[in-house]
C-alpha cells in the first residue's frame, strides 16, 4: 500500500506561483510513475501532468509551459510547480501514483483510471 500526502496549496492572485509537493510512503518510489490532477467543483477529476520512472514528462495542453513536473528519488518526493497561475486553475489538486516496470521504457498514463493509489487533495485558489 502506498500512501500519499500532497501540500503546498493556497490562496494567491494571477500570475502568481505555487509549488505543490507529493510525498510518498513507498520504498519503491523510483519503479512509480507519478501523476497530477485536478479537480474544480461541479467538474470532472482532469489530469494535468505526469512523470516516470525514467523522467519522460506529459502535461495537458493548457499547463504546458506554465507548469512544471518533477520528483526526487531520494526523497520519495514528486512535485508540480505552477507558474503564471490564472483563475481557471483554481481546483483541488490530487497526486496519484501506479506501479510501473523499472527498466522498461513506458509512456506517461494520462487517465485517472491508470493510477492505484491517490492523495487526500489539496486546494489551490488563484483570484483574478
Known amino acids: 500500500q502506498v500512501q500519499l500526502v500532497e501540500s503546498g496549496g493556497g490562496l494567491v492572485q494571477a500570475g502568481a506561483s505555487l509549488r505543490l509537493t507529493c510525498a510518498a510512503s513507498t520504498r519503491t518510489f523510483f519503479c512509480y510513475t507519478i501523476g497530477w490532477f485536478r479537480q474544480a467543483p461541479g467538474k470532472e477529476r482532469d489530469f494535468v501532468a505526469a512523470?516516470?520512472?525514467?523522467?519522460?514528462?506529459l502535461y495537458r495542453d493548457s499547463v504546458k509551459g506554465r507548469f512544471t513536473i518533477s520528483r526526487d528519488i531520494a526523497k520519495n518526493t514528486a512535485y508540480l510547480q505552477m507558474d503564471s497561475l490564472k483563475p481557471e486553475d483554481t481546483a483541488v489538486y490530487y497526486c496519484?501514483?501506479?506501479?510501473?516496470?523499472?527498466?522498461?521504457?513506458?509512456?506517461?498514463?494520462?487517465?485517472?483510471?491508470?493510477?492505484?493509489?491517490w492523495g487526500q487533495g489539496t486546494q489551490a485558489t488563484v483570484s483574478t
Open positions: 496519484a501514483a501506479v506501479s510501473s516496470p523499472c527498466g522498461i521504457d513506458v509512456p506517461p498514463a494520462d487517465s485517472y483510471a491508470k493510477y492505484d493509489y
Open positions: 512523470i516516470t520512472w525514467s523522467g519522460t514528462t
